[in-house]
């Protein structure tokens, strides 16, 4: 039981990361200097993991997917930043978990992973939960979540990156079994400086002008910490299980924890819909971890 572990910790931490937007958006902080201290704190917090775990600083492997991981990251990042100043939330917060497509067909295409047959009614019901839990946070608006074809269009595109990101750590997983985990996230950070220095530039924006306020930089570390936490815990539990079982579940997971934290810190309530798709979820990951014992 020791991959569940580690899908159920990648969860939690996908959670904290996925909160970290609310708070984002909530405090006002600048998109700008917000990536610029992500890319810092991401390959701050990995150097120091390397050194705490005397791990390698570099590696081919780490080089050669670490630098496109990086840029497919902050890319997903500027995406889901702009759309979440132009749209609701919500709706972000929706292509998000139906990006968790990408990472499960790859793993099955690409990689040739066939489901165990115990395991398909859990990720069945996993995929359900997902359905439901997408479709509470649209029902009942007034208005239109997105409101213009742009935002749509970069939606869709912010949806896709963000699924590619998440591949990044199927492939690292597969190819550097005998590698260590922390320097592909520190080449990941490092690639990240300049893409977030360039965004800067192009949008004519200031990185540093006023100065970010401390609870900034506190927000920065933990979205930072957190989403190299959700990348280390997924890559050890696949090279213990498949993908096409890692990454629903994870997604799962990240969801329930969210509207834990949702319901603890903002005062967020379950609606019925909600509801039924945590009795989807919960059952899908006990279906899930019957098929692993």
């Known amino acids: 039981m020791k991959?569940?572990?580690?899908?159920?910790?990648s969860g939690i931490a996908g959670a904290l990361y996925g909160v970290s937007y609310k708070l984002r958006?909530?405090?006002?902080?600048?998109?700008?200097?917000?990536?610029?201290?992500f890319a810092c704190f991401s390959a701050l917090f990995a150097l120091v993991f390397i050194a705490l775990?005397?791990?390698?600083?570099?590696?081919?492997t780490a080089l050669l997917l670490g630098l496109p991981y990086g840029l497919v990251m902050m890319t997903s990042l500027i995406l889901y930043f702009t759309v979440t100043e132009r749209a609701r939330l919500n709706i972000t917060w929706v292509?998000?978990?139906?990006s968790v497509l990408i990472p499960f067909t790859i793993s099955l295409l690409v990689y040739g992973e066939r489901l165990r047959s115990t395991a398909v009614p859990g990720i069945a019901c996993i995929?359900?939960?997902?359905?439901?839990?997408?479709?509470?946070r649209l029902?009942?608006?007034?208005?239109?979540?997105?409101?213009?074809?742009r935002t749509g269009f970069l939606l869709a595109l912010a949806a896709l990156f963000s699924g590619l990101a998440m591949s990044f750590t199927k492939f690292y997983a597969s190819a550097a079994r005998e590698e260590g985990l922390f320097a592909l996230f520190f080449?990941?950070?490092?690639?990240?400086?300049?893409?977030?220095?360039?965004?800067?530039?192009?949008?004519?924006?200031?990185?540093f002008r006023p100065a970010p306020p401390a609870g900034q930089f506190a927000l920065a570390a933990l979205m930072s910490l957190s989403g190299l936490l959700v990348g280390v815990f997924i890559i050890?539990?696949?090279?213990?299980?498949?993908g096409s079982v890692a990454f629903p579940l994870r997604s799962v997971v990240n969801v329930l924890t969210v509207f834990i934290l949702s319901f603890l810190l903002f005062g967020e309530r379950f609606s019925l819909l909600e509801g039924i798709g945590s009795i989807f979820a919960l059952g899908g990951i006990a279906l899930v971890a019957a098929a692993m014992a």
Do not use: N, T, W
Request: aromatic letters at 6%; one cysteine or more.
């Open 53 to 60: 775990f005397r791990q390698a600083l570099c590696s081919p």
């Open 3 to 9: 991959s569940l572990l580690l899908i159920l910790c």
């Open 95 to 98: 292509a998000i978990q139906l």
């Open 236 to 242: 050890l539990a696949l090279q213990e299980i498949s």
């Open 127 to 136: 995929f359900v939960a997902l359905l439901i839990f997408s479709l509470s």
């Open 187 to 207: 080449i990941r950070g490092l690639s990240m400086i300049p893409a977030a220095a360039l965004c800067a530039r192009l949008r004519a924006k200031p990185l």
């Open 25 to 37: 958006q909530r405090q006002g902080y600048p998109i700008e200097s917000m990536l610029f201290l």
């Open 139 to 149: 029902k009942g608006k007034a208005h239109s979540p997105v409101p213009d074809r």
